[in-house]
Every structure is written in structure tokens, then in C-alpha cells.
T-cell receptor, first 113, second 111 residues
Framework: GAGVSQSPRYKVTKRGQDVALRCDPI?????LYWYRQALGQGPEFLTY????????KSGLPNDRFSAERPEGSISTLTIQRTEQRDSAMYRC???????????FGPGTRLTVL | GNSVTQMEGPVTLSEEAFLTINCTYT??????LFWYVQYPGEGLQLLLKATKADDKGSNKGFEATYRKETTSFHLEKGSVQVSDSAVYFCALSPLAGKSTFGDGTTLTVKP
């Protein structure tokens, strides 16, 4: 079946612009996670959802970052007024429930010029 | 809060050598434990898992045993191959709440 998909795969933007990153999880998966991964590092937790409810957003760096999952399926991570330090790989993962293994998407490489 | 501590890398081995990558964790309750692998240029994928104490996860010749008494989940393989070169991440997922990943250990296997 289809895995987790993310779009766009690559995004180059200018400082100050807003960006929206999309994640389409595996159908039926309850939990959806957003991570940021720097080169050579482990995934850094940003936020996660069960169904449409945002359970934990403690990893969002500041109020320029927000995420939603309005219908309990597709999720969008939005970064407003991007800064160069936001440049990173953003990964999405989904799982049947919190306790189970996560299936990762290919990631979106964000570059802020 | 929960935490995962992995053996620092990088690790360089010759083909057919024995591999151990240490992982210890701190968590309340009884989390599930995982090893994920990331091959060059790819995303993370599950390597193996264990959901309760004394469970042994295994896949592709890799093994790890959930040791609650030592809060460890060390990854082992008896004979590594060049194709095992990758970054390995230890992780835990609680019954409720966010998952926690280690910082990763880079393995390079030389022919």
C-alpha cells in the first residue's frame, strides 16, 4: 500500500516568506508526528496529533511554527516569516497508535535564503 | 521526561565483524522500544522492535533484547556486511505521549 508522502520534497524560499509543508499519512493511522532533522542528528520532535487533536506541541521552536490536521488525515506544518535557521529536513511520520512503530515519509528539504 | 542515550559514534568495522551499539533509556511505565535505520540519502525505516520486557526483536540478522532491569536495548549483529553501513537510531514510544529518539550512531563497514 501507499506509504507516508510529503510535499514538496524540496522548498527554497526567501527569508520572511511563509511556507506550508504537507504530510499525507498512511490511511487509517491515528497518530501523526512532525520532526526536524539536522544532518547527522536524530529526529527532533516538533508536534504530534492523535486523529485531529494536537496532543503535544512542546517541540515547536516558537510561535512562527504551527501545525494542523483538521480532518484527522492530512497535516500541514506552517512556518511564518521564515528565517535562515529554519533551514532543515522536515520529516513526517504516522503510526496506528502512539505506542506502535512509526512510518516515516521522505521528508521536505527546506532552504531559506 | 523520557530519554534515550546511544553509544557515540562513528563506528568503523571490517566485514564479518561483530557489532554492538549500546542504547539505554529512561522512561516511566512500559514503553515500546525500537531501532530505526537510515541508509545514505534515505528516510528512517524500522529495523526491529520490542514491546515488553525480555522481548527480543530481530530482523536482517540484527537483534536487540528489551532489558528492563538494566533499562537497555542494545543492538547486535554477529557478522556485519558493507551493506549495513548506515545510521542507527534507538527510540522509545510510550503508551501515551511523544516518542523519543537517540542521537544516532553511524556505522561504516569496510570490505
Amino acid at each position: 500500500g501507499a506509504g507516508v508522502s510529503q510535499s514538496p520534497r524540496y522548498k527554497v524560499t526567501k527569508r520572511g516568506q511563509d511556507v506550508a509543508l504537507r504530510c499525507d499519512p498512511i490511511s487509517g493511522h491515528v497518530s501523526l508526528y512532525w520532526y526536524r532533522q539536522a544532518l547527522g542528528q536524530g529526529p527532533e520532535f516538533l508536534t504530534y496529533f492523535n486523529y485531529e487533536a494536537q496532543q503535544d506541541k512542546s517541540g515547536l521552536p516558537n510561535d512562527r511554527f504551527s501545525a494542523e490536521r483538521p480532518e484527522g488525515s492530512i497535516s500541514t506544518l506552517t512556518i511564518q516569516r521564515t528565517e535562515q535557521r529554519d533551514s532543515a529536513m522536515y520529516r513526517c511520520a504516522s503510526s496506528p497508535l502512539t505506542r506502535y512503530e512509526q512510518f516515516f515519509g521522505p521528508g521536505t528539504r527546506l532552504t531559506v535564503l | 521526561g523520557n530519554s534515550v542515550t546511544q553509544m557515540e559514534g562513528p563506528v568503523t568495522l571490517s566485514e564479518e565483524a561483530f557489532l554492538t551499539i549500546n542504547c539505554t533509556y529512561t522512561a516511566t511505565g512500559y514503553p515500546s522500544l525500537f531501532w530505526y535505520v537510515q541508509y545514505p540519502g534515505e528516510g528512517l525505516q524500522l529495523l526491529l522492535k520490542a514491546t515488553k520486557a525480555d522481548d527480543k526483536g530481530s530482523n536482517k540478522g540484527f537483534e536487540a533484547t528489551y532489558r528492563k532491569e538494566t533499562t537497555s536495548f542494545h543492538l547486535e549483529k554477529g557478522s556485519v556486511q558493507v551493506s549495513d553501513s548506515a545510521v542507527y537510531f534507538c527510540a522509545l514510544s510510550p503508551l501515551a505521549g511523544k516518542s523519543t529518539f537517540g542521537d544516532g550512531t553511524t556505522l561504516t563497514v569496510k570490505p
